[in-house]
């Protein structure tokens, strides 16, 4: 949904006040007479901005690996994902 953007200062809020930017961003919509975005299909690609400090660190841990930093980050995740499940 274009220019629909919300933030928070607690994830809790993040998506309270999420879900009310798309509420309002829809009674718009309506209001208005445009059309309603069609969902798109999901890229697989995000941007994460993080510390300096902490792109140091990992990147110096994927050239220890020997894996890009994406290959890196993502089996992290996904090994993260995994330890939270199992708890």
Known sequence: MPGCISD???PEAALKN???AVK????SCAKHGDPIPKPSQASGQWRQ???R???ARL???ARQEGVSLNTLATAMIAEGLGKRRAS
């Open 18 to 20: 999420g879900c009310d």
């Open 24 to 27: 309002s961003y829809l009674l």
């Open 59 to 61: 990147v110096v841990k």
């Open 53 to 55: 400090g902490l792109h």
């Open 49 to 51: 901005r993080v510390p």
């Open 8 to 10: 928070g200062s607690t």
